[in-house]
C-alpha cells in the first residue's frame, strides 16, 4: 500500500530526498502561517498602536495554548516515527487516538477558563488599563475556540510522523490564506475590530481541523483511527508527554519570558511593549525555515533510531544542522541591515520606529546559534530523550533570558532589556553544543561516516 511505503521510505530513502520531502512542505507551512500573522497585525495596527499592543499582550497568551498542541503532537510524532521504525504499528495508532482525545479536553478546559476568568487573567498578568478591553475582546474569541488550535496542531505532528508532510502542507496554506481572506472582512468590512481577527483565525482553523479528520476517519493514511483509539489510555499518554512535555516546556518557557519581558516593559509604556510584540513577530518569521527543518527531521531521526541505523542518523542530523544556520544567518542579516523597512510594514509611528529599530539590531545579533539549539532540541525529541530535552527547553528562556531581563535595565534600561536577547542565546549556543556532543558519543552515533 503507498501511504506504508511512504513510512517505510524514512529508513531507505536518500536522507537529502527525505528532507527535502519532509522540511520543505513543513517550511512552506509555517512560512505561509508566519506571513498570516504578520498580515494579521498589519491589519490590525490599521486601527493603532494601542491595538497592536492588546495583541502583543494575547500572543504569549496565544502561544500558551500552542505549548500545549505542540508538546503534545511533538510527543505523539516521536512515539509514532518510533513505532513505526520497530513495527508496531499498533501503538503508533493509540498514540495517535490519544492526543485526539486529548485536544479535545484541553479545548474544553480553555474554553471555560476563558469564559470565566479571562479578564481576572489578564489583569494579573500585567495587562495595562489602556489595552484591557482590547485584549479581553481578543482573548475570549480565541478561548472559545481552542479546541481548533489544539486539534490542527496536534493532527498535524500526526501526519508528518506517519509519512505525509504534503497533507499537513496543503492544510496548514489553505487555513492561513483563509484567515487572511477573512480579516479584512471581519475587521473591517463588519467593523468587528480585533475581535474580527479572532473570529478569521477560529473559522480558518474549523476548516483545517475538518480536513484532517476527514483524512483519518476516511481511511487514507498509515494509522487507522476508530472511535476506540480515543479511549483513554494513560500508559500510551505517559510515553507521549515523556518526549512532549519538554518540547511543551520550551515554548512555555518562550510564552514566559515575554510575559516577564511585558510586565518589565510596562513601566516605560505602551510602544515598548507593542515593539517586543512586534520584533517577536519577526524573529519567529526568520526562525521557521528551522522550525519546518526540524519538523522534518523529527520523524526521519525518530524512525531510524527505532530501527538501529545511525549512521542515517548522523547524517540527517549535520544536513539539518547546515540547512538551519544558513537560513537563519540569512533572513537576520536582513533584519539587521533593514530594520526600518520591517518594522514600517506594520506601523508609520515615529515613537514605534525610533525605539524599535535599535531594538531589532540588538535582539538578531546571535541568531545563527538559535539554529543550533531548536535543530538538537529536536534531536533529543526525536530519539525519545526527554531529559536532555528538558534542560533545552528550560535554558534559553528560563534559565538565561528571564535573569537577564531582570538585570539589565538596572545597568542599561531599556536597552538592557533588548540586550538580555543576545546574551541568552550565546550562552545557550555553549551549552548545547556539550550536550549534543556528549549523546553522539553516548549513543555510538558516529561523527565520520562509517562502513
Known amino acids: 500500500m503507498e501511504t506504508d511505503n511512504?513510512?517505510?521510505?524514512?529508513?531507505?530513502?536518500?536522507?537529502?530526498?527525505?528532507?527535502?520531502?519532509?522540511?520543505?512542505?513543513?517550511?512552506?507551512?509555517?512560512?505561509?502561517?508566519?506571513?498570516?500573522?504578520?498580515?494579521d497585525t498589519i491589519f490590525v495596527g490599521k486601527l493603532g498602536s494601542e491595538a497592536i499592543a492588546a495583541l502583543s499582550v494575547a500572543f504569549p497568551i496565544q502561544m500558551l495554548l500552542g505549548a500545549v498542541g505542540i508538546g503534545t503532537g511533538v510527543g505523539a510524532a516521536s512515539l509514532i516515527s518510533r513505532s513505526l521504525g520497530a513495527g508496531?504499528?499498533?501503538?503508533?495508532?493509540?498514540?495517535?487516538?490519544?492526543?485526539?482525545?486529548?485536544?479535545?479536553?484541553?479545548?474544553?478546559?480553555?474554553?471555560?477558563?476563558?469564559?470565566?476568568?479571562?479578564r481576572p487573567l489578564l489583569l494579573y498578568l500585567g495587562t495595562m488599563p489602556e489595552i484591557l478591553d482590547l485584549t479581553e475582546e481578543y482573548m475570549i474569541v480565541i478561548a472559545v475556540g481552542s479546541v481548533m488550535f489544539f486539534l490542527i496542531m496536534v493532527l498535524n505532528n500526526v501526519v508528518r510522523a506517519e509519512g505525509n508532510p504534503m497533507l499537513s502542507m496543503k492544510v496548514m496554506v489553505i487555513s492561513a490564506l483563509l484567515n487572511i481572506a477573512l480579516d479584512p472582512i471581519f475587521i473591517f468590512l463588519l467593523d468587528m475590530g480585533v475581535r474580527g481577527a479572532a473570529v478569521a483565525t477560529v473559522l480558518s482553523k474549523i476548516v483545517g481541523v475538518v480536513m484532517m479528520l476527514y483524512y483519518f476517519f476516511m481511511g487514507k493514511s498509515v494509522l487507522k483511527l476508530s472511535l476506540a483509539c480515543l479511549k483513554l489510555r494513560w500508559g500510551t499518554i505517559k510515553n507521549v508527554y515523556a518526549v512532549g512535555f519538554p518540547a511543551m516546556l520550551l515554548q512555555l518557557s518562550i510564552n514566559i519570558s515575554l510575559i516577564v519581558a511585558n510586565n518589565i516593559l510596562a513601566a516605560y509604556g505602551h510602544i515598548p511593549i507593542a515593539v517586543m510584540g512586534l520584533v517577536f513577530r519577526l524573529q519567529m518569521f526568520v526562525i521557521l525555515p528551522v522550525l519546518g527543518v526540524s519538523q522534518g527531521l523529527l520523524p526521519i531521526i525518530g524512525f531510524n533510531f527505532g530501527a538501529g541505523k545511525l549512521n542515517r542518523i548522523r547524517e540527517a542530523l549535520l544536513k539539518g544542522l547546515g540547512i538551519s544556520v544558513a537560513s537563519i544567518m540569512i533572513l537576520g542579516v536582513a533584519l539587521f541591515v533593514a530594520p526600518a523597512f520591517f518594522l514600517g510594514l506594520f506601523s508609520t509611528d515615529k515613537e514605534l520606529l525610533r525605539i524599535g529599530i535599535p531594538a531589532l539590531r540588538i535582539m538578531v545579533i546571535m541568531f545563527p546559534l538559535v539554529g543550533v539549539q531548536i535543530v538538537s532540541s529536536i534531536f533529543f525529541q526525536a530519539i525519545g530523550k526527554g531529559i536532555p530535552s528538558l534542560i533545552l527547553s528550560l535554558l534559553r528562556e528560563i534559565m538565561l533570558f528571564i535573569p537577564f531581563v531582570f538585570i539589565m535595565p538596572f545597568f542599561y534600561g531599556l536597552t538592557g532589556v533588548w540586550m538580555a536577547r543576545p546574551m541568552s542565546d550565546f550562552l545557550a549556543f555553549l551549552v548545547t553544543f556539550i550536550l549534543i556532543a556528549r549523546e553522539l558519543k553516548r549513543q555510538g552515533i558516529p561523527l565520520r561516516r562509517s562502513s
Open 88 to 118: 508496531n504499528k499498533a501503538e503508533a495508532e493509540s498514540a495517535a487516538g490519544q492526543v485526539i482525545s486529548m485536544a479535545l479536553i484541553f479545548g474544553l478546559l480553555t474554553a471555560l477558563v476563558g469564559l470565566f476568568y479571562m
Open 6 to 39: 511512504n513510512a517505510a521510505q524514512m529508513g531507505e530513502e536518500s536522507i537529502t530526498r527525505l528532507l527535502f520531502r519532509f522540511s520543505l512542505p513543513a517550511t512552506v507551512g509555517m512560512l505561509v502561517m508566519a506571513t498570516y500573522n504578520i498580515v
